[in-house]
């Protein structure tokens, strides 16, 4: 009989867990689908509220915004690689600063600017100062296998251990789950 409890209560909260991750929608755009070292990037995310209730979200947590983005090169297994050329502590306040509530149908759209380059920047502690293709924001890059398609998405993951950092009140509407926007595509070039 305990062990049928165990499993019903598992299930109801694997059923809950999976509810709440339906319960925020995420979708990812891009100003240019053709890019070239140069030229300047804005990637636009819009978080929407599929819920019948208020939930808080807190898009902009992280330390490196790099991490905000997944690329993969279409027809290849050569991953891109993360590169953090300035040194930034984590910083949980992040999270309770850049808190928002969304009302059931409501949208909060973010835009992350980035730049095209065929270097990483001459200042930071970085030992990386080889050629290649970059995708560069303030603190971190993305180093490109070379030039080609990519599919590019982005991931919302929120944590119970995030909620310690908010007041009782927005962590009881604190949103936790993960979600993946749909996969765009977009052509990186050498020139």
Do not use: C
Not at 10 to 36: C, E, M, W, Y
Not at 137 to 142: E, L, N, P
């Amino acid at each position: 009989m305990a062990i049928r409890l165990a499993v019903l209560v598992l299930g109801i909260a694997a059923f809950a867990a999976n509810a709440r991750a339906s319960d925020l929608s995420l979708t990812l755009s891009v100003s240019s689908q053709k890019l070239k070292p140069g030229d300047q990037v804005t990637f636009t995310f819009v978080y929407a509220n599929t819920s019948h209730h208020d939930i808080g979200i807190s898009p902009e947590y992280r330390t490196y915004e790099a991490l905000d983005l997944q690329l993969t090169k279409l027809g290849s297994k050569e991953p891109t690689k993360f590169i953090p050329y300035l040194m930034i502590g984590f910083d949980p306040t992040a999270i309770s600063r850049d808190y928002h509530i969304l009302s059931p149908g409501a949208t909060y759209v973010r835009k992350l600017h980035a730049d095209i380059s065929s270097s990483l920047p001459s200042f930071g502690p970085t030992l990386d100062r080889s050629t290649g293709l970059y995708v560069l924001f303030s603190g971190s890059a993305i180093r490109l296998p070379g030039p080609g398609q990519y599919e590019v998405k982005t991931r919302h993951r929120a944590t119970e251990a995030q909620r310690k950092y908010l007041n009782d009140t927005a962590g009881s509407q604190f949103w936790v789950g993960d979600v993946i926007s749909a996969p765009i595509k977009v052509e990186f070039r050498n020139n």
